[in-house]
């Protein structure tokens, strides 16, 4: 009774720990697509200004330019592969025309996200590799011997 509620109990973390990096994998693909659509969206119907950084913090870095009809637009949402840049900076960016709060600095693209997300999901699975097999469970071979179990 005992070992069948340990084999229960090891099924279960088998497979929260399979859904939470099968989560984290879905989540990572998903990233990866919207930034691609972001940027189909900017292609589609491109303009292009220089912006001035306005804030750059963890979650996000706020940009301030003009459209060429005079209006002056701050990215709520932020910009679009922000690395390396500084409050104050000046730089080229994209924006989608049909949506000026769509905004991503000039010459990035979606391809900048590959490396973190790849790395993310090789980290996901080196960690839970390991614990799914830990977690595995033993079933019988079918001839009284556990599954593995080798003659002598």
Excluded: C
Aim: charge should be positive; aromatic fraction near 8%.
């Amino acid at each position: 009774m005992v070992a069948e509620r340990q084999s229960k109990r090891r099924r279960i973390a088998w497979w929260v720990v399979f859904g939470v990096a099968s989560v984290i994998t879905l989540l990572a693909l998903t990233l990866v697509l919207a930034a691609y659509r972001n940027d189909s969206a900017i292609d589609a119907a491109r303009g292009s200004a220089n912006a001035e950084v306005l804030s750059v913090s963890w979650d996000r870095t706020i940009v301030r330019f003009e459209t060429p009809d005079g209006a002056e637009h701050i990215s709520q949402d932020g910009v679009l592969y922000p690395g390396g840049l500084e409050e104050g900076q000046v730089v080229p960016v994209d924006y989608a025309a049909e949506n000026p709060n769509l905004v991503r600095v000039a010459g990035r693209s979606f391809t900048l996200t590959f490396l973190p997300v790849s790395t993310t999901v090789l980290f996901t699975w080196l960690v839970a590799g390991p614990l799914l097999y830990l977690l595995r469970g033993r079933r019988p071979s079918g001839n009284g011997r556990p599954a593995g179990a080798t003659l002598r």
